[in-house]
């Protein structure tokens, strides 16, 4: 997995045979996306004002910290491995999650990236 | 509405290890094995539990011959015996046994065979954990699961509405309690009646072929997280009909787990009991002008596209060469005989056009239509009042041409199966198997003979009504791993389709009357010497 220049974040939850990914991405203009395992392209979610960036930027650093491992494992022959690429404070972290593994970090910064944008509607 | 979108379903990935599978565990242990040596004579033993001979304790066994490389030959008929069959019998049930029988020891299920009733139960313990698409955190939806991103989408799309509306329809994305438990009955009915009871099996060895095995396919379903002796644990997440994890670019999905009849997971939306509603790969539309019988660019790509995904390998063994028909149609303006007319040519032009797409090579794209392709001109018959776009369309259509129904292609997966579908245009796998690729259960396939003694052709990747391809229709194949569970667990090889022969006459006590089964007509061939 690769992340492009000027991403903050990139989940890919890949299916290892037929190589289906589903994938979300943070890109540094604050643009919030989702590739879908039947779609091509990238497809707009939202976009983060730069005020909401600032917080994103805190919860993937707060995300690090303690540092993340660079791999989890719970059990083998599980269906889906997801990779994360987070920019951080101390640089680009790659971590690769296999056999339904849970890493509570993750799963917080997770819900937590979805509670900050203010979509106007509340 | 067009069926041809792109879409891409579900696989299972599947290991390509081989691992040598557990010691010899056909229920005639070494110890069983001795008593009945010292009472029949190890000829008869030998006979008796599958014409293997006696092994050592603990040499690890296929669980199904593989035939020889080249054209699968019928394997020689072993001497008769009818008190070796009639042993085998009176031993009464084999089982229950965990087996593993997908390549790798994926797959997993309980596997027990009751000679006197014929039949082989197919019993599989499921783990139902029930969870909320998208769940409320201070009045906005959030997708609470990592592994499913494509929710983030959906809970994005909630969040645009205004709370109100919010609140009212996140209820559709999560479980009430009361919806459990016919959720399960829904499912356990719904596996048992699309996988059990397909074929039936028999040994082809002679005087033993009355012994059968009808399966029955048993899903003990509960809910919660795995517990002991569970072969699978599904994760079902809720949607409202119309809907499914494929909707918001998520999967259904099956893992094989590691190498235990007890670790496999899976992934299902709570509609994949239904046809699925997002894609129909077996129903292509091509749309025509008012009047007009000439294809669009639009037509002839979507043509040349359904050409080269439902081409298939129809050279290879085991190749399932699809049949499909052009469903033509016209509106309903105009006299009926115009319209009958203009369906038949726009049939006609894709017939045609059919003929003319080219693959890579320049060779036809798709082969055989005279014999692959009929047409079924409907003029204006079920039309729309009017001149409705919808209605001016042919339709290829594959077998029944019916949606898939996900949860059915899972468990195959869970039962060991691999996909058979292929990477083409019109149904992507980005990294999953090319048309003509052998698939995992090839070899379990081309282990298993049809009544008259000749070997399966073998299961090949291609785009069909298959239920592990792109549609819903069990074959042959399909009981390879069936097959393969009851030959481990009685140790006698020679189980082949078809059902159970009737017993020769001058024998002992036959076997309880199997459902559906009946014998063949006439006496049955007279039984040799020993």
């Known amino acids: ?122 | 509405v067009s069926e041809h979108e792109y879409a891409r379903p579900e696989r299972a990935p599947v290991d390509e290890g081989e691992r040598p599978r557990p010691a010899d565990t056909m229920p005639w242990g070494p110890a069983a094995l001795l008593a009945l040596q010292q009472s029949i004579g190890n000829a008869r033993v030998s006979r008796a539990v599958g014409g293997r001979g006696l092994r050592r304790q603990g040499t690890p066994a296929p669980a199904t011959p593989v035939p020889a490389t080249g054209t699968p030959t019928p394997a020689p008929m072993p001497a008769g015996d009818l008190a070796g069959a009639q042993t085998f019998v009176d031993h009464g049930v084999y089982g229950p046994q965990d087996v593993t029988p997908g390549q790798g020891n994926t797959g997993g299920f309980e596997a027990k065979y009751d000679p006197r009733a014929g039949q082989l139960d197919v019993t599989m313990r499921v783990a139902v954990n029930f969870k909320d698409s998208v769940t409320l955190s201070g009045g906005r939806a959030v997708a609470t699961d990592t592994s499913q991103a494509g929710l983030v989408t959906l809970a994005t799309r909630l969040n645009r509405l205004p709370r109100a509306r919010r609140a009212a329809l996140i209820g559709r994305y999560q479980w009430s309690p009361t919806e459990f438990q016919p959720w399960r009955d829904k499912l356990t009915g719904l596996i048992s009646s699309k996988w059990g009871g397909q074929f039936e099996f028999h040994v082809r060895r002679q005087d033993w072929e009355w012994i059968g095995a009808h399966v029955n396919v048993n899903i003990v379903a509960h809910d919660g997280a795995r517990q002991g002796g569970d072969h699978l644990e599904v994760t079902n997440y809720k949607f409202p009909t119309g809907e499914n994890l494929y909707t918001f670019g998520d999967f259904s999905v099956t893992g094989p787990g590691g190498s235990s009849a007890t670790d496999q997971t899976m992934t299902l939306a709570s509609t994949d009991l239904d046809p699925r509603p997002d894609v129909n790969f077996l129903r292509t539309s091509i749309f025509f002008a008012t009047g007009s019988a000439t294809l669009d660019a639009t037509g002839k790509q979507t043509i040349s596209d359904w050409a080269k995904t439902f081409q298939g390998a129809p050279t290879a063994a085991g190749s399932r060469k699809l049949t499909a028909t052009l469903e033509a149609h016209a509106s309903s303006i105009g006299t009926a005989e115009g319209n009958q007319q203009l369906s038949q040519q726009r049939a006609d032009a894709v017939r045609a056009e059919l003929g003319n797409v080219k693959d890579s090579t320049g060779s036809p794209a798709f082969t055989d239509i005279a014999t692959r392709i009929s047409d079924d001109a409907q003029g204006a018959a079920g039309a729309a009042p009017g001149n409705v776009a919808s209605d001016r369309r042919v339709d290829i259509t594959v077998g029944a041409g019916d949606r898939q129904v996900l949860a059915v292609h899972e468990f195959g997966h869970a039962f060991g199966l691999d996909d058979e579908y292929a990477n083409t245009p019109l149904v992507s796998s980005p990294s999953g198997h090319a048309v003509g690729d052998r698939v995992s259960h090839d070899t379990a396939t081309t282990a298993m003979e049809d009544d008259s003694g000749q070997h399966l052709g073998g299961a090949v990747a291609e785009n069909t009504d298959n239920i592990m391809s792109v549609g819903n229709v069990v074959h042959e194949q399909h009981y390879s791993m069936f097959h393969s569970a009851l030959a481990t667990i009685t140790g006698v090889a020679e189980w082949a389709l078809g059902p159970p022969h009737a017993k020769p006459s001058g024998s002992t006590p036959t076997p309880a009357p199997v459902p559906g089964v009946t014998p063949p007509p006439g006496p049955p061939p007279p039984a040799p010497g020993p």
């Open chain 1, 1 to 122: 997995v690769t992340a492009e220049i000027g991403e903050l974040l990139l989940l890919e939850n890949v299916e290892p045979r037929s190589g289906m990914v589903s994938a979300l991405r943070i890109r540094a203009d604050g643009t919030f996306e989702s590739k879908g395992a039947n779609r091509e392209d990238w497809e707009e979610l939202y976009r983060f004002t730069p005020q909401e960036l600032e917080e994103v930027r805190t919860a993937l650093a707060e995300a690090d910290d303690p540092p993340l491992s660079l791999r989890y494992e719970a059990r083998p022959g599980a269906a889906v491995t997801q990779r994360w690429v987070l920019e951080t404070p101390r640089g680009e972290v790659r971590v690769q999650i296999s056999g339904g593994a849970k890493v509570p970090a993750l799963e917080h910064l997770f819900q937590r990236l979805q509670l900050v944008h203010d979509f106007g509607t509340d």
